[in-house]
């Protein structure tokens, strides 16, 4: 186990705006920054950071947490492993006790996976640069190509020897398992239950995650043997699943955040030969067509997309197929070709970096209005071609989420395509109700759903029976209603349970002066005050249970016990009860000369409210159930100190009332 000290040192020094930044593209927004939630997909940010908390919340999918509840659900780690890797983040020594052997075995079933990777890249280096076959092959392949020497390093290339069983002897030599080299598909065995090297004699590349971890490699052949695949890639394993894997994301996510854009190309070669140029905000798909979850790994850091082509004109027909799903992710798609003959790695070391740059920059063009011109001049004067071009371009519009930009393309496309706007837009509704229809979204015709003559898409009526009505609608009240009228009461005792919760994390650390009171902690007067109060919500319960134990051992809580707490459920309403989604503009009381009340202004007012609300649902809870045994008592002592009851519950209630009203009016 990780030792306290050791822990506290990580939580005081990790900065929750780094830790997630290095994963979501964050945006200031008030007094939180934002960015595209990475635990679920959405196009609108609501996925807010709170660096003065050190907390983050999603608004949408409801995930929150501290910098170690992050790493642990977006990289799928246990609490120790996130501890690891934030304390290898900020260069903190781990101290640990000593554990079980079967601890440590659970823990680390994962983490060897990357291990034995990290062995087998340090192992593919060194051949490169100190073996024989390394450096007489592998080295001298990069050279041919034009790579330096620091992009080779950068990137951490390598060469595995054409041995049958090179890495893994290494490897098993170094005290690691067959078992690992076989998960990760560094080691294949064959009918005979024999080990051997997937990647022998060819020059190797490294995938890394998000953090710079290796969890898969590529292998090129440098043999013209056409029976050997040119390029071999690692298998699916617990750490590497290459369909949410995009090559080079971990060196360049920081250079796509700061140019905002990201360049999309084909090979590893290509990748290599834009850093050489300098250009740094560049990925490849990683051995495979591109698939919606890359495309929404490039959506956490930049909405701007620029497709690199291969000059190859069937290969430039063939992509432009697969491109509408990045068009359908609200992503903006810019295309650049090279010359016939040139892929952006053969092209840069033609005519050198700089003008390579130049040649990207001046050669940028929107991916409708380039696959229109592309397909145009194909179809030529056909005009059943140009008739079946005008609908693919139009499907490739329709794609499009956002009808302001749909809109604009249509327009343009109308004269490039010479073809009246309404026509395409016409055809354009038509395909969005095909698709609307398919969806089983609704049965609504085409005059109420689209895109109208202005090219923005109107509402669809709402039907809030689509189905006809059900046969109990108009049913009178009874039972039902009473059921209906319980669960709203427990709600309201949810709520204000909530609410109370809400400032002992967010107050309870002040010390006030009020009336009779005098240097009086907020926690402390609240927990009095709550004294003769039950908490229904078992949550709620545990964070009072806990607040008050620690008062009464000499302690006062703060919010961030409550965050980092092992119970998640505490976690979770801890840091949805300290985080909203909404901030206040200065511009309400700076332009507009309206001013809106805090409420830390008047606390005591606020935590009193707090306090005297939750008490005034549970006498109103008390007097509903006193009702119903006065309704029902049969015996005439019982039923007169039931009435008791009743009248002194009312004379509370009045008091309470009369007290709230009283606060409501400071």
Known sequence: MINQDTISKIMETVRIEEVVGDFVSLKKRGTSLIG????????????????????????????GGDSVHFIMDHEKYSYPEALKFLAQKYHIEVEETVQSPQNIEAQNARESLYIVSEFAAGFFA????TGDQGRAI?????????????????????????????????????????????????????????????FRGRVMFPI??????IIGFGGRTLKTDKNVPKYVNSPESDIYHKSNVLYGLFHAKKAIRDTDNCYLVEGYADVLAAHQAGIENVVASSGTSLTTEQIRLIGRFTENVTILYDGDAAGIKASLRGLDMILEEGLNVKVVSFPDGHDPDSYMHHVGSGEFKKYIENNRKDFILYKANILLKEAGTDPIKRAGIIRDIVESIAKIPDDIKASIFIKECSSLLQVEERILLSELNKIRMAKFRKSGSGNASAGNSGVGSSGFQQQNQYQPYPDGPPDNLFEVPGAGAEAAEAAAAEESDLLQEQEVVRLLLAYGHELVSWDQIDNMYIGSFIMQNLADVSFTDPTCKSIIDTYNEEIENGHLPVASQFINNENRKIVELAITLSTSPYSLSENWYNKHNIYVRDESVNLKATILGGIFHLKKGKVARMLADISKEIKTEQDSVNLEILMQRFMFMKTVEREISKFLGTVILK
């Not at 060194?126 to 640069?129: P, R, V």
């Not at 041995?163 to 065995?189: C, F, M, P």
């Not at 890394?208 to 971890?213: I, K």
């Open 208 to 213: 890394h995650n998000f953090t710079g971890r």
């Open 138 to 198: 592998g080295l001298s392949y990069f050279k041919e190509r034009g790579f330096r020497e620091d992009i080779v390093k950068k990137f951490q290339l390598g060469y595995s020897p054409d041995v049958w069983d090179a890495l893994i002897q290494n490897a098993i030599s170094a005290g690691h398992k067959e078992e690992y080299l076989e998960k990760t598909g560094l080691a294949i065995r064959n009918d005979k239950g024999k080990l051997y090297d997937r």
């Open 36 to 63: 595209n939630c990475p635990f679920h997909n959405e196009k609108t940010p609501s996925f807010h950071v709170s660096v003065a908390k050190g907390i983050y919340k999603c608004f949408g999918c409801g995930k």
């Open 126 to 129: 060194n051949e490169l640069w």
